[in-house]
């Protein structure tokens, strides 16, 4: 049975917490809302008050459309690679700035830059450094005898998927440092220095004892990533908006809602975003959640 205390208690928590749920209501639930309404319609973007209920088709069209499963192909090729080189990258970066290496403060704040560095700013930086005529990365090439002339970065077929993976995992090994090294931190101390008075080996610490305790941490991460990663559209967008090679499923959402003026069709697709973004979520929430179960047993 409650006290009157902790009544008052709960009540003061929903007060403070009206103002955040308000917020969110107003921001999030209803354009998502209003994007699913219009899902439903066949609403042109330039006169949204003129439409008619068209039931399902839109989703039906948007699944016919190959250009759709071309989006969805990309993401997930994108969301894979970026995500599982980010993961190993900020694990072997975490545990070398967790020793009590001279510098480490500096490391620390160094790492942060390319992750501090707007996305599109980012994004124009490399485009630069990349051009295949003027650009550093090609002249430099060049001038060791590598290749002839410039490579065509951005244009290939393969090779601007690449460059995309590369300047996201770029900009974002250092926030899966942050998450990793956070875990580490909170790792207990007095395990390690049993096993390495019993003479254990420095890898077998690892794989037995960091890796097992680190794994909720790097879930975490990977969580956040994947999610990211699944909507990612600035990059790709600004490195070369009209090219298939690099379309997500974001890009591919703003073109029929936008280029097209496809309302109904747009959100549509936007909502298919939502609903594949979500799911993806509730798997890896799920599987975060046997693996503390089985580990708790």
């Known amino acids: 049975m409650t006290t009157r205390l902790e009544r008052r208690e709960h009540r003061a928590a929903w007060l403070f917490l009206f103002p955040m749920a308000a917020a969110m209501l ?20 330039d006169d949204p008050t003129t439409y008619g209920f068209v039931g399902f088709e839109n989703f039906l069209e948007v699944a016919r459309d190959p250009s759709f499963w071309l989006a969805v192909r990309n993401t997930l090729v994108f969301t894979v690679l970026s995500v599982s080189l980010e993961t190993l990258l900020g694990l072997g970066i975490a545990l070398l700035i967790n020793e009590a290496i001279p510098g480490r403060g500096l490391v620390r704040a160094a790492i942060l830059v390319p992750w501090a560095i707007p996305v599109v700013v980012s994004t124009k930086i490399w485009d630069w450094m990349l ?20 490579i065509a970065w951005t244009s290939g077929s393969w090779l601007i998927m690449g460059v995309t993976i590369f300047i996201d995992i770029w900009m974002t090994t250092p926030f899966m440092v942050l998450l990793i090294l956070a875990g580490l931190q909170l790792l207990p101390g007095e395990i390690f220095e049993a096993a390495e008075v019993d003479g254990i080996p420095a890898w077998k610490r690892f794989w037995s004892i960091t890796l097992p305790l680190l794994r909720p941490a790097i879930g975490v991460a990977v969580l956040f990533r994947v999610l990211d990663a699944l909507r990612m559209f600035d990059l790709a967008y600004v490195l070369s908006a009209s090219n298939e090679n690099i379309m997500t499923m974001s890009i591919y ?45």
């Open 26 to 45: 107003l921001v999030a639930l209803w354009p998502l809302g209003r994007t699913f309404f219009f899902s439903f319609t066949d609403a042109y973007l």
């Open 131 to 150: 051009n295949d005529q003027f650009g550093i990365v090609n002249k430099a090439i060049v001038g060791l005898g590598l290749a002839e002339h410039g």
């Open 253 to 297: 959402a703003r073109n029929r809602l936008i280029s097209f003026q496809e309302l109904g069709i747009g959100s549509a697709a936007s909502t298919s975003v939502f609903l594949i973004v979500a799911l993806v979520a509730i798997l890896i929430i799920g599987a975060l959640r046997l693996d503390r179960a089985a580990g708790e047993v």
